[in-house]
């Protein structure tokens, strides 16, 4: 399978703890893009990168998230000191660079998601 | 600030019936504008986009949408619906402004066999 991959596809944490999610994007994809999304609601916006570069971060993205992208391949996304208000599927979505291209223009890939719950 | 509404959060219909699907979206400037469907248990997908040009979009498996300018929607149809078309449909819309993307809360379709 070809398309983008997130693990681990279900995590359950207690509040406080830390928790890390990966990301393996479509390997000829230069941007990735991480969403969340809670019951009932669309995905909203993180962040996304463009190859290492973090180009975009949302007011959403606290300073307890933390995204990073190292070799412009993988990327993790990481929560420190959960809240339950961090329950939700965290999506992570992949797309060609084309050059000159903004990235509204791009065609996201999305992955399977992983779902948080903090008790 | 921007946003992205979808009226219908549930739809049920008949096979064969045809569908339409609401988009509207604030005012933002240049817009991008997509359509994206979650099958069940299946991961979110394209349906369609819009750029520029032509504003009747076609998309895979027969849908279509049509974008009006000037009610500021972007709404998706298919004029005979199947079972296997029952799935979540989000509608997208990217904010040049903002260079951020903004999704609907979805609307559920379901289709009675």
């Known amino acids: 399978d070809t398309g983008v991959s997130q693990d681990p596809r279900h995590k359950i944490t207690k509040r406080g703890q830390n928790v890390t999610f990966r990301c393996d994007p479509i390997s000829e994809h230069n941007r990735l893009y991480w969403y969340r999304q809670t019951l009932g609601q669309g995905p909203e916006f993180l962040t996304y990168f463009q190859n290492e570069a973090q180009l975009e971060k949302s007011r959403l993205l606290s300073d307890r998230f933390s995204a990073e992208r190292p070799k412009g391949s993988f990327s993790t996304l990481e929560i420190q000191r959960t809240e339950q208000g961090d329950s939700a599927m965290y999506l992570c979505?992949?797309?060609?660079?084309?050059?000159?291209?903004?990235?509204?223009?791009?065609?996201?890939?999305f992955g399977p998601g992983t779902r948080l719950t903090v008790l | 600030a921007q946003s992205v509404s979808q009226h219908n959060h549930h739809v049920i219909l008949s096979e064969a019936a045809s569908l339409e699907l609401g988009c509207n979206y604030s005012?933002?400037?240049?817009?991008?504008l997509f359509w994206y469907v979650q099958y069940p248990g299946q991961h979110l997908q394209l349906l369609l986009k819009y750029f520029s040009g032509d504003p009747l979009v076609k998309g895979i498996k027969g849908f279509e949408a049509e974008f009006i300018k000037s009610k500021f929607s972007f709404n998706l149809r298919k004029p005979s619906v199947q079972w296997s078309d029952t799935a979540e449909y989000f509608c997208a819309v990217w904010y040049s402004s903002a260079s951020k993307i903004i999704f609907g809360s979805g609307t559920r379709l379901s289709i009675r066999p």
């Open positions: 979505a992949s797309s060609p660079y084309r050059s000159g291209g903004a990235s509204g223009t791009d065609t996201q890939y």
């Open positions: 005012y933002g400037g240049t817009v991008n």
